[in-house]
């Protein structure tokens, strides 16, 4: 079988190398176990996949490198250079002292020399030492974020990661590096499918020259915070219907009509492949209308962040509004 071509873009800050569109991530919960991560990569590197994503609290950091090794060794890739490797700092490394090491700790992991993009994973601070995931409110203190973008653009003129950005990020919180970076963020990782649709956001980061990354893109019903309403919208049943689509296809394809990258979530090999059959056809206008019709609603809050005593003490704190 051919390889499927995945249409890529540049970033607007950084390396001139290329972004697939289309990446494979690699978080579950629970936890998944690294001989499933590998398996699936290498699946997913012999459909055509170029683009993976990790985070130190996901864990399979390792696996994903171990995955990379064997590619290598099995001739899938023709060198490490073939593939857009990212990775996230966690909250509990979101220090400026701390970022340069989380990250270096990261490309040991992984057994890397760089990554291709680094990005902040969440706009808050947790004491050293505490607990990563889930976090305890009491351990979340005041994140200076000057100190820590500073530190995320050293990353980047060491050249361990090619191109820096966020996650969970807010138009406000964007504007608030953008006053001072001299690199500024070049991508935004963001809950983005269907049925929270970031208009706003989308426009925000269009305009100054932020690509957005969505994760989720089909409502990662089976987590602990996902949603329902992509993978069950009357809407968007009717038109895989209609096209001979599937629901995720369809979501998929809407995602990739939004001008962003999209990073999906599935080790079924089958899946994999479907999911990398969206670049052939089209939505039609009175579809994408339909769509973004459809009701908003954002599915991954954060409440574990809130605490009465801490700085983040609202989903206002968090979100600046985009609710």
Request: glycine fraction near 6%.
């Amino acid at each position: 079988m051919g390889l499927q071509s995945i249409p890529k873009v540049i970033l607007s800050c950084g390396d001139a190398k290329s972004m697939p569109v289309l990446g494979l991530g690699t978080s579950t919960a629970p936890l998944p176990k690294p001989e499933v991560v590998i398996k699936a990569v290498l699946e997913a590197i012999e459909l055509g996949y170029r683009m993976f994503d990790t985070a130190s609290a996901y864990k399979t950091e390792e696996a994903l490198g171990e995955a990379i090794s064997q590619a290598l060794t099995l001739g899938l890739i023709k060198s490490r250079d073939d593939l857009f490797i990212t990775s996230k700092l966690w909250c509990t490394d979101n220090h400026g002292d701390r970022v340069l090491p989380a990250l270096q700790k990261t490309l040991q992991n992984m057994k890397l020399e760089y990554i291709d993009q680094y990005l902040i994973h969440f706009p808050a601070s947790l004491k050293l030492g505490a607990k990563p995931f889930p976090p305890n409110p009491d351990d979340v203190v005041h994140m200076d974020i000057k100190s820590v973008w500073t530190a995320m653009e050293e990353c980047q003129t060491l050249g361990l990661a090619k191109t820096i950005g966020v996650s969970n990020f807010s138009c406000k919180k964007l504007s608030d590096i953008l006053a001072f970076a001299k690199i500024p963020p070049a991508l935004n990782q963001v809950e983005m499918n269907p049925a929270w649709q970031q208009g706003k956001l989308k426009e925000f980061c269009k305009a100054n020259g932020i690509m957005i990354a969505a994760y989720s893109p089909l409502g990662a019903a089976g987590a602990f915070w996902g949603t329902k309403e992509v993978l069950e919208s009357e809407v968007l049943i009717e038109i895989a219907k209609s096209k001979g689509k599937s629901v995720a296809q369809v979501a998929l394809r809407w995602a990739y009509e939004q001008g962003v990258v999209i990073v999906m979530k599935s080790f079924n090999k089958e899946r994999l492949k479907q999911n990398l059959e969206i670049f052939d056809w089209k939505l039609s206008d009175v579809e994408s209308k339909k769509i973004a019709a459809i009701p908003q609603s954002r599915a991954n809050l954060c409440k574990m962040y809130i605490s009465n005593t801490g700085p983040i003490q609202s989903l206002e704190d968090i979100w600046d509004g985009e609710l």
